[in-house]
């Protein structure tokens, strides 16, 4: 049974509000928290996977559980499509972190803008600006993982490949200068022995314990070429 005392909560802006009515107006809402005078607010409403805007004969029914609510100065409101959801705003910037919770983009997924010349990855951070001018449409795509980062060192000098595995002349070819003369030589790891790498030796760096280091022979050093 509802009593004269009974209040019933919604947060607004983030922070929490409540009223004695079940189903509150927007003109409601905005006046138990604090925004006065309410015509001088618009009234957004969270939903599962966005926001609506309201309009003056709306009712919400807050005996379920708390309801989340924007209050914006009037003025022009602003639409964009994640997916196929709309989100409404108030403003014509909205925080990216912010954007990403109200689509319920998964951490997972990249938030991708959908321009007239291309796609655009939006950072996870920064500021999404609204242009006003028809609906910015944008879309979830699972993120990729990032691709591994190897590195070798040929005589003390670093470098690094996303590719699991190179043959000897893939090493070699990255090389500022090699002379065919010379013998690419690959320390062993522990007890292993030193292994002379030729143009089809295949070295596979994945599974190491420590990069894999290279020493350049000359040939007055060690016999046989590349």
């Not at 004269?4 to 189903?23: E, L, Q, V």
């Not at 190897?150 to 002379?179: C, H, K, M």
Request: aromatic share 10%; with cysteine.
């Amino acid at each position: 049974m509802t009593t004269d005392t009974a209040r019933f909560k919604y947060t607004i802006n983030g922070k929490n509000a409540s009223t004695s009515d079940p189903m509150p107006t927007p003109e409601q809402i905005l006046s138990d928290a604090g925004f006065e005078p309410a015509d001088e607010f618009s009234l957004i409403q969270r939903t599962a996977h966005g926001t609506e805007a309201t309009s003056s004969d709306d009712t919400f029914d807050l005996r379920q559980g708390p309801v989340e609510f924007f209050a914006f100065p009037t003025g022009q409101a602003y639409e964009l499509r994640i997916n196929t959801h709309s989100v409404w705003w108030g403003t014509s910037s909205i925080e990216i972190p912010l954007l990403r919770d109200l689509g319920r983009v998964a951490d997972s997924d990249d938030l991708i803008w959908v321009r007239d010349d291309g796609l655009v990855t939006l950072k996870l951070t920064g500021v999404f600006e609204l242009s006003g001018v028809g609906i910015e449409h944008l879309r979830t795509h699972k993120r990729q993982p990032p691709a591994h980062c190897y590195e070798y060192f040929v005589d003390g000098t670093r470098y690094t490949t996303d590719q699991a595995q190179l043959t000897g002349a893939q090493i070699v070819a990255q090389l500022p200068s090699w002379n065919p003369e010379n013998s690419l030589v690959l320390e062993g790891e522990g007890h292993d022995p030193d292994e002379v790498v030729h143009a089809t030796t295949v070295v596979v760096f994945e599974g190491r314990k420590s990069p894999a280091h290279f020493t350049v022979v000359p040939p007055a050093t060690f016999g046989g070429g590349m």
